[in-house]
């Protein structure tokens, strides 16, 4: 990616990968109808029923590989510049971020977290994009959206209300939800727990500085009535 003139080492494959790599063409010879998903499905299958001891031999070329990465990670390191060390820890940074962020989204999904409520505008989107003129998802966006601003505000008024609409229900949908999140020990995914750790510090920021003011107003009086 530019970093080094050292080609950065790649990930070695996990036990699994290893096995649907040197198994893909078998299962696909057998199965020549079957889909991408499908045939995942049979691998992810097979993998689980797999022997442990044959998964072992898996795992150790896992290891193998794992600790010639490390060795080829630490010379690819030993090379950089200040400057590329910098660039190669945040873009390892931004990685970590995303794939928590990821992660987070999926064990939402998997507890079931309503959908969020739809402005007025992703509604009328929604309903005309499939009609829109354009050559391209953001040529017809970019029409869309042109021809909503051009809008009257009673030619809006019917998403606006469907949009109203959906905020209640996602309001709805989500006291259930949170009160079910508590039941499960899961305060952390409620709103107001979130927005009470996030008020917090703006509350203690008003604090002092109310309490600066109020020191500086006795000070004040303090040295009015000693002059006197």
């Known amino acids: ?46 993998w689980k029923e797999l022997p442990a001891s044959q998964k072992q031999v898996y795992e150790e070329a896992r290891k193998t590989d794992w600790k010639r990465y490390g060795e080829q990670m630490a010379a690819y390191k030993a090379q950089l510049t200040p400057a590329q060390a910098a660039a190669l820890k945040e873009e390892r940074r931004k990685q970590l971020a995303k794939r928590r962020s990821i992660r987070a989204k999926r064990e939402l999904n998997l507890l079931g977290k309503p959908k969020r ?53 996602y309001e709805n949908e989500m006291k259930l939800w949170e009160a079910k999140m508590i039941e499960l020990g899961r305060e952390d995914l409620v709103r107001s727990k979130k927005q009470k750790l996030k008020k917090k510090p703006a509350e203690t920021v008003k604090q002092t500085e109310t309490a600066k003011a109020s020191s500086g107003r006795g000070k004040k009086a303090k040295l009015k009535k000693s002059e006197e």
Do not use: C
Not at 144 to 155: E, G, I, V, Y
């Open 1 to 46: 990616r530019g970093t080094s003139s050292i080609q950065r080492p790649k990930r070695p494959l996990t036990a699994y990968f290893r096995f649907v790599m040197d198994n893909r063409p078998a299962f696909r010879e057998k199965n020549p109808e079957a889909s991408n998903t499908e045939l995942i499905k049979k691998l992810a299958g097979a």
């Open 117 to 169: 409520a739809r402005s007025g505008f992703n509604i009328f989107l929604s309903e005309n994009f499939q009609e829109s003129e354009g050559n391209s998802p953001v040529a017809k966006l970019k029409k869309l959206f042109d021809t909503w601003q051009k809008m009257s505000a009673s030619q809006k008024q019917p998403y606006l209300q469907l949009a109203e609409d959906d905020k209640i229900r």
